[in-house]
C-alpha cells in the first residue's frame, strides 16, 4: 500500500516506469494446463523475489525478469522436479537474495529466534512483576498519605 | 510573493520553535510563572506560522505556478483540482510541511485544551512538543525546502505519480501523519514527567485521549493505504509487509500496547515506567518510520534513489530524541513507584499480557524489517525478509491474543477468578467453535487458516457483547441500562469486535481465495466460484489527463444478471504510466474483482477474475476499531476532564 507513495517520495520519477501500476504478473499464456502443477507453480513463485523490484515476489510483479523467472519455475515443474528442487535450482542461480522467506541457518537463527526470546524474556520480566505485586498485595494496605487523600478529595468532587 | 511569504513564516515558525523549546523549560524549572506562560502563545504562533506556509504551498499547487521547483515536479495544470491539493503532500518535502504542519497542531492543541495542567507540567510539554518541532524545522529548511524556485520556469508540470490520483491514497498521508505525529505529544507527555519526576494517575488521563487519538489515526490510514492496494494495484493484495508499511505498522502496535498500559496507570497507578518507556519507544518507531520512508537505507538497493544527507540528518533526530529520552529515563525511573497491588489473575496481568504479546509483535516486525540491512553490513549475507516471514511468524502472537482478549477483558480489577469469567464466556466459545467446524467442514482439504480466522473472530465478537452484557447488572431492565453505559464501555467492546472482524476477514481472503486467469474473446464467458463473467465489449475512453482502455463485463450468479463491472487500462500521457483500474462487485460475504489487461494476438483480452471472499471484512473491521476508539474517546470523563471548571448534571454511571 504505502510503497507506492514511498516511491513517489523518494524515487525519482524516472525510476517510476519500473514499478508500473499496470497489473499484469502471471500471464494468461504461462498458465499451466495442469491445475495441480500450476498451484505448485504459483505457491513456489509467491515465494521468490523479483530480483529487480522492490519487495516483491515473481507472482506479483510485471517485470521481465519476473516473467522469465515464474516461466522458468513451471519449466522445471514440468520436467518433474520437486518443489525444493525448483527453489534449489533458482537459488543456485540467483542467491539466497531470491527467498522471501530466509532459511534458519547460521546468522539467520538470530532473526528466527528472535521472536521466541524476546516473548520467553518479556514473558519472565512480566511474571515476576505480576508475582511482585501479588506479593505485595497481600501485606497489609497502607494508610493514604497526605497527597493521596488530596487527590481522593479531588476525584470524588469530579 | 506569496511564496516567499510561505518560506519567511516557516523560518519564523522554526525560530518560535526554538525559543518554545527553552524557555517554558527554564521558567518550569525556577517556578517563574512568566516564563513559563510563554509556551502557550508559542505554540499557537508555530501553529498559525506553520499553516501560513503551508497555505502558501497549497496556493502554488492549485494556482500551479511552475516557477516552484516542486509543483513542476509533481503537479501539472490539466490535473484534477482535488489532487493539485493533495499532490501538495504527495511529495518527500510537501509531506514534510504536512508533517510539521501536525506536530504544531498537536502543541496548539495541548495549549489550548490543557487548561487543567499543573502549569510546570504544561509548559514542559510544550517545550519538549517545540523541540519535536524545531528539530522537523530544520530538517525541513536544511535538507527538504519546499519553497525552492526554478531559474528557468517550464510551461507545465510534470505532473503527479498517476497512481497517487486517488480519493483513498489522497487521504491517507493526513491520517497516518496525524496518527505518527500524535504519538510526539505522548512522547512530550512522557518526557515532561519524567523531568517532573512525577507520574500518577492523573498523568495516565492526560495522555490517554492523546495516544488514543494517535491510534484512531493510525488505524484509518493504515486502513485506507490497505484498501487503496487492494482496489488500485490491480490483484487485490491488502498487505504485503513492506518496510514502508511495517513502518507505519509498528507505531500502531505499540500505540496499541500504550494505550491499554495507560489505563492500567489510570486506573490502578501500576505499569508506570513501562507506560513512560512505551510512550517514548512509541515515537521512536513513528521515527523510524519517517527514516525507512525517506532515506531509502532499508528498503531495496534497486529501486530507491537514496538521499544520504536526509537519511542522516533524520537519524540524528532519531538518535538525539531517543538517547535524551532514554537516558532521562534511567536516571528518574526508580522515582516511580508502583502503587497498586494486584494478584496475579486480573485485569492488570492481563493487561501485562495483553502489552508483552503487542510489545514483541511489534518487536518481531522490527527485526524482520531490519534483518536485510544488519545481516549484510554485520554478516555479509545478502538476504530477503518478506512475506511469507512475517506471516509465520507474526501471526501467532495475533492468534494467541485473540484467544485470550476475551477473557482478559473480562477480568476484575485487582483480583478475578479465571473460572467465573471462563462461565461467563461459555456460550460465547461455544458459538465460535461451531462457526469455526462449521467453516472447517465447509471446505475441504484445505489449511485451517480460515477456519482458525473465523473462530477467532466469532469469539472476539461474541466475547465483546458478553462483556457488555454483563455490565449491564443482573436483573431488571438489562436492555434500557445497556444503551446507558459509558461510552467507554462501549467503544472498548466495539474495538475488540473490530479487531475479531479483522481477523476474519484477513483469514477467510487468505484461505478461500479463488481467481482465474485467461484470455476471452469479446462475447465470451467464464465461471468462477459459481459466478458467470461475460466480456460484452472493449472500448475506449477519454479522461481528464488519461487515455483508458475499458472493458464492459457482466456478471451473473444463476442465470440472474448482477452486475456490470467496468474495468479500465489507463494510461497517463504526462508521466508515461499505465495504471490498472479494477472493478470490484463489493459484497457482504465477498467481492468480485475483475482486471482487464493487454490485448492478445488473436483478438482477445487478457481478463483476470478473483473471488474474494471476506474482503470488506478487513477494512470494515478498522472502521469498527477507529469506531470504538472514537467512541472511547467521548467518554464522558474525558469532556468533564476538559471542562472540570462547569457543573454538570451526574448522571448515574455504574462503577467500574
Redesign the interface.
Same mark, same amino acid.
Given at each position: 500500500?504505502?510503497?507506492?507513495? &514511498?516511491?513517489?517520495?523518494?524515487? $525519482?520519477?524516472a525510476?517510476?516506469?519500473?514499478?508500473? $501500476?499496470? &497489473?499484469? &504478473?502471471?500471464?494468461?499464456?504461462e498458465?499451466l494446463d495442469d491445475p495441480a502443477l500450476e498451484e505448485r507453480a504459483r505457491d513456489i513463485s509467491? /515465494?521468490l523475489?523479483c530480483?529487480?523490484?522492490?519487495?516483491?515476489?515473481i507472482d506479483?510483479s510485471n517485470a521481465e525478469l519476473a516473467r522469465d523467472l515464474r516461466l522458468l519455475v513451471r519449466e522445471r515443474l514440468v520436467a518433474g522436479d520437486s518443489d525444493e528442487e525448483v527453489v534449489e535450482f533458482v537459488v543456485d542461480r540467483y /542467491?539466497?537474495?531470491?527467498?522471501?522467506?530466509?532459511r534458519a541457518t $547460521?546468522?539467520?537463527l538470530v532473526?528466527?529466534l &528472535?521472536?521466541p526470546i524476546?516473548?520467553l524474556l /518479556? $514473558?519472565a520480566i512480566?511474571w515476576s512483576?505480576?508475582?511482585r505485586?501479588?506479593r505485595?498485595?497481600e501485606t497489609p494496605?497502607q494508610a493514604l498519605s497526605e497527597a493521596e487523600a488530596e487527590?481522593l478529595r479531588e476525584i470524588m468532587k469530579? | 510573493m506569496i511564496t516567499e511569504l510561505g518560506h519567511f513564516a516557516l523560518v519564523l515558525a522554526f525560530l518560535v520553535a526554538c525559543v518554545q523549546a527553552v524557555v517554558p523549560l527554564v521558567g518550569a524549572h525556577r517556578r517563574w510563572p512568566g516564563w513559563m506562560a510563554f509556551a502557550e502563545p508559542a505554540a499557537n504562533m508555530q501553529f498559525l506560522l506553520t499553516a501560513l506556509s503551508f497555505a502558501a504551498l497549497t496556493y502554488a499547487f492549485v494556482t500551479s505556478d511552475f516557477s516552484l521547483r516542486l509543483v513542476v515536479l509533481n503537479s501539472h495544470s490539466a490535473k484534477p483540482l482535488l489532487y493539485k491539493i493533495t499532490g501538495v503532500w504527495g511529495n518527500h518535502e510537501g509531506s514534510m510541511l504536512l508533517w510539521v504542519l501536525i506536530v504544531t497542531l498537536f502543541g496548539a492543541f495541548a495549549a489550548w485544551f490543557g487548561g487543567n495542567l499543573p502549569p510546570t507540567l504544561k509548559a514542559r510539554v510544550l517545550a519538549v512538543q517545540g523541540m519535536v518541532g524545531a528539530a522537523f524545522f530544520a530538517f525541513i529548511l536544511f535538507t527538504s525546502n519546499p519553497f525552492l524556485r526554478m531559474a528557468v520556469p517550464p510551461f507545465d508540470g510534470q505532473d503527479l505519480n498517476p497512481l497517487l490520483q486517488d480519493p483513498g491514497l489522497a487521504f491517507h498521508p493526513p491520517f497516518l501523519y496525524l496518527g505518527y505525529v500524535g504519538l510526539s505529544m505522548t512522547f512530550s507527555f512522557a518526557v515532561a514527567a519524567l523531568i517532573e519526576g512525577r507520574i500518577d494517575a492523573a498523568w495516565g488521563r492526560w495522555v490517554r485521549p492523546y495516544t488514543l487519538a494517535a491510534w484512531i489515526f493510525l488505524t484509518i490510514g493504515i486502513g485506507l493505504g490497505s484498501w487503496w492496494a487492494y482496489y488500485e494495484l490491480g490483484w487485490g493484495g491488502f498487505w504485503f509487509w513492506d518496510p514502508v508499511e511495517n513502518a507505519s505498522f509498528m507505531p500502531w502496535l505499540i500505540a496499541a500496547a500504550l494505550l491499554h498500559s495507560a489505563i492500567v496507570v489510570e486506573k490502578r497507578e501500576s505499569l508506570k515506567s513501562w507506560t513512560v518507556l512505551l510512550a517514548i519507544i512509541a515515537f521512536g518507531f513513528s521515527m523510524i518510520g519517517a527514516f525507512i520512508t525517506r532515506s531509502g537505507v532499508i528498503t531495496s538497493v534497486h529501486a530507491f534513489a537514496s538521499d544520504p544527507e536526509r537519511g542522516m540528518f533524520l537519524l540524528l533526530i532519531l538518535a538525539v530524541f531517543m538517547l535524551g529520552a532514554l537516558t532521562l529515563f534511567a536516571a528518574r525511573a526508580n522515582a516511580m513507584q508502583a502503587k497498586g497491588v494486584f494478584s496475579l489473575v486480573s485485569r492488570e496481568s492481563a493487561l501485562v499480557v495483553n502489552n508483552l504479546l503487542l510489545g514483541v509483535a511489534a518487536f518481531v516486525v522490527f527485526v524482520g524489517t531490519i534483518w536485510p540491512l544488519v545481516s549484510e553490513m554485520f554478516f555479509d549475507r545478502k538476504l530477503s525478509v518478506g512475506a511469507p516471514f512475517f506471516n509465520m511468524a507474526f501471526t501467532p502472537f495475533m492468534v494467541v491474543l485473540g484467544l485470550l482478549l476475551p477473557l482478559g477483558a473480562m477480568l476484575p480489577w485487582k483480583r478475578g477468578n479465571i473460572a467465573r469469567v471462563a462461565t461467563s464466556l461459555r456460550y460465547a466459545f461455544v458459538l465460535a467453535l461451531a462457526i469455526g467446524a462449521l467453516a472447517w467442514a465447509m471446505q475441504s482439504g484445505r489449511s485451517a487458516l480460515g477456519p482458525v480466522g473465523l473462530f477467532l473472530g466469532a469469539w472476539l465478537v461474541s466475547g465483546a457483547a458478553v462483556d457488555l452484557w454483563s455490565r449491564t447488572g443482573r436483573s431488571g431492565n438489562r436492555l434500557a441500562r445497556l444503551g446507558r453505559l459509558p461510552r467507554a464501555d462501549w467503544g472498548k467492546a466495539v474495538a475488540h469486535a473490530g479487531l475479531g472482524v479483522t481477523m476474519a476477514g484477513v483469514a477467510g481472503l487468505m484461505a478461500w481465495e479463488t481467481e482465474d486467469i485467461r484470455v476471452l474473446q469479446v462475447g465470451e464467458s467464464l465461471e468462477l466460484s459459481g459466478y458467470e463473467l461475460t466480456l460484452m465489449d472493449v472500448q475506449r475512453i477519454d479522461g481528464p489527463n488519461y487515455d483508458a482502455t475499458q472493458g464492459i463485463v457482466k456478471l451473473a450468479q444463476d442465470g440472474r444478471e448482477i452486475a456490470t463491472l467496468y474495468p479500465e487500462k489507463r494510461f497517463y500521457p504526462v508521466a508515461k504510466m499505465p495504471t490498472t483500474e479494477a472493478a470490484i462487485d463489493i459484497g457482504f460475504w465477498r467481492d468480485v474483482y475483475v482486471v482487464v489487461g493487454d490485448p492478445q494476438d488473436n483478438g482477445g483480452w487478457a481478463v483476470r477474475t478473483y473471488y474474494k471472499p471476506l474482503a470488506n471484512w478487513i477494512w470494515g473491521g478498522a472502521i469498527l476499531m477507529a469506531l470504538g476508539g472514537a467512541l472511547s474517546l467521548s467518554d464522558r470523563r474525558y469532556r468533564v476532564a476538559a471542562g472540570a471548571k462547569k457543573t454538570r448534571p451526574v448522571e448515574g454511571v455504574p462503577a467500574e
Open positions: 500500500m504505502l510503497r507506492a507513495l &514511498a516511491l513517489a517520495l523518494v524515487l $525519482g520519477m525510476l517510476l516506469a519500473q514499478m508500473s $501500476g499496470e &497489473a499484469r &504478473a502471471v500471464q494468461p499464456d498458465v509467491s /515465494g523475489r530480483l529487480v523490484c522492490r519487495n516483491e515476489s506479483d /542467491g539466497e537474495y531470491v527467498l522471501l522467506q530466509p $547460521g546468522s539467520n532473526l528466527w &528472535a521472536g524476546m516473548l /518479556g $514473558g512480566g512483576y505480576m508475582r505485586r501479588g505485595a498485595s494496605a487527590r469530579e | -
